[in-house]
C-alpha cells in the first residue's frame, strides 16, 4: 500500500515570506505528482502538476521533484493571507487508477 | 461552464435510512470518484470508475454503494450499514488514468452529511 506523507502543521510564515510544504512518498515507482489547496469549508484545487525531477514553477508556485530521496515540494514565494490553507499533496495509488492523499499540510500566512 | 456538481449541498440521514449524493460532470471525463474526509484528516478512496457500468471499490467502500450508468454521473448511495457516516463527501473526476499515465483530478464543492 503506498503512502503520502505530510507534516500536518501548522505552518506559520509572515506575509512576503517563502513557505516550504513537504510531501514524501513510498513508491519509488511513483511518475505523478500533484498539490492541491483546499481552504476551510471547501473542496481541493489543483495548484500544480509535476511529472519529472527538478523543479516547476508557475507564478510565486514551485514544485520540486526529488525521485531518489523520494519526495516533493512546494515553495509560496511572496506568501499572502489568502494563501492560508490546508495543502494536500497526492500521489496514483499502485494500479494507477485513482490518487491516495496525504493528510494535508496546513499554512497560515501573518499580515 | 464545465464542472462537476454535487448536490445537496447539506444532507440529512436518520437512523436506519439509506441516503443518495448526487454528482454529476460535463466535462467529458471517463474517470470519476468519491472521496471521504473527516475532520483533520486526508481524503480516503470510497469507489472509483474508469468507464461506464464499471467501478472499484477503494479503500473504505463497505456501508456504501454507487452506479455507473452514464458517462456523466457517479451518484454515491450510503447505505443504513454504514454506522458513522457524518462526513465531507467529495466527488472528483479526470480523464481515464493508466499506469503510465496519470491525470490530476478535479473536485465538485462537496456534500456535507450528517445523522440526525
Known amino acids: 500500500q503506498k503512502e503520502v506523507e505530510q507534516n500536518s502543521g501548522p505552518l506559520s510564515v509572515p506575509e512576503g515570506a517563502i513557505a516550504s510544504l513537504n510531501c514524501t512518498y513510498s513508491d519509488r515507482g511513483s511518475q505523478s505528482f500533484f498539490w492541491y489547496r483546499q481552504y476551510s469549508g471547501k473542496s481541493p484545487e489543483l495548484i500544480m502538476s509535476i511529472y519529472s525531477n527538478g523543479d516547476k514553477e508557475d507564478g510565486r508556485f514551485t514544485a520540486q521533484l526529488n525521485k531518489a530521496s523520494q519526495y516533493v515540494s512546494l515553495l509560496i514565494r511572496d506568501s499572502q493571507p489568502s494563501d492560508s490553507a490546508t495543502y494536500l499533496c497526492a500521489v496514483p495509488n499502485q494500479a494507477g487508477t485513482a490518487l491516495i492523499f496525504g493528510k494535508g499540510t496546513t499554512l497560515s500566512v501573518s499580515s | ?116
Open chain 2, 1 to 116: 461552464d464545465g464542472g462537476i456538481t454535487q448536490s445537496p449541498k447539506y444532507l440529512f440521514r436518520k437512523e436506519g435510512q439509506n441516503v443518495t449524493l448526487s454528482c454529476e460532470q460535463n466535462l467529458n471525463h471517463d474517470a470519476m470518484y468519491w472521496y471521504r474526509q473527516d475532520p483533520g484528516q486526508g481524503l480516503r478512496l470510497i469507489y472509483y470508475s474508469q468507464i461506464v457500468n464499471d467501478f472499484q471499490k477503494g479503500d473504505i467502500a463497505e456501508g456504501y454503494s454507487v452506479s455507473r450508468e452514464k458517462k456523466e454521473s457517479f451518484p454515491l448511495t450510503v447505505t443504513s450499514a454504514q454506522k458513522n457516516p457524518t462526513a465531507f463527501y467529495l466527488c472528483a473526476s479526470s480523464t481515464r488514468q493508466t499506469p503510465y499515465s496519470n491525470q490530476p483530478q478535479h473536485f465538485g464543492d462537496g456534500t456535507r452529511l450528517s445523522i440526525l
